[in-house]
């Protein structure tokens, strides 16, 4: 407490995601995309540097990578730095607008490898994104440990309402094995 | 869509909230931390600087304001900037660390001029907040036009098993005068 007013934050990813991520590929199929956001999550627990949680916002038709998150909670001492929250900061700042549903923008899809918790599902209605896909399920992080807040299944039905078409479930397993290499390194429970 | 890695996001308050905010002093009262709270989103309007939304997060027991934010999805171009969000990140900036529960710490108190939203209700709790004082309703924000996502009578009482404390409508009338403001002044809807 000794400045008058709080330092800016700085929202970066780590140098590594870009061994993960191929950002002239053509992540074509639903699948392609959830593997990226599970390869991210994987990385992440890997090196240590956050929760088991990537997540990544892709133009729908041309399959190209906007942008990608990693969870960087503890990382970047920020309670709002989920992967999802990081992925459509980053591609916002990429496209130069606040939304990515703006007048003439194609559709993006979100790929999460991990169904949003209450704060992400709000984030999800703002950041104009039209599909999300994701991979394990809030039952799945709760077994983790980890609190996924206020969501009902009346949330999802109100993004279904404005038009967000939802996935739910895909490539559980595999995002699922993240979690328990997450558990089985002792990675820390940030939020239980 | 030229470069292959998004840049860094930045996120740092206007200048002019430094003659808003006095960071020496106590604010007392609930009262007190509110009008804050609301002078932030009327100044936020005045300026042109975004939305009509203000908060501030305090030490419970001093008074003393540990960060402040204003809404600035729009100067930003950032949907997850609501005025709680910046609050809360800048505050976690500044104690350096991802709660402001940890151990050892005073309880803190956030003072949002309206309802926080689907996504900044969930900030909420990952905050590591005890106490949130709000002004303005949901409802009231909704009347100008303002999409307030999926929360429900649920949500709240979430957020109150998990041990805080919640006041609603506090300073009310001060805060709708805001949204008032901003409607003669024609201020942007970016989330209707």
Known sequence: MDTPRPPAVAIALPDWVDEVVDWERAYATDED???LAIALSRENVARGAGGPFGAAVFEEATGRVVAVGVNSVVRLNNCTLHAEMMAFQLAQARVGAFSLAGEGMPVHTLATSCDPCAMCLGATLWSGVRRVLCGATRDDAMLLRFDEGPVFASSWAYLKRKGLEIRHGLLR???????????ALGGAIYNG
């Open 33 to 35: 995309k959830m593997r």
């Open 173 to 183: 397993d595999e995002a699922v094995a993240v979690f328990d290499l997450y558990r």
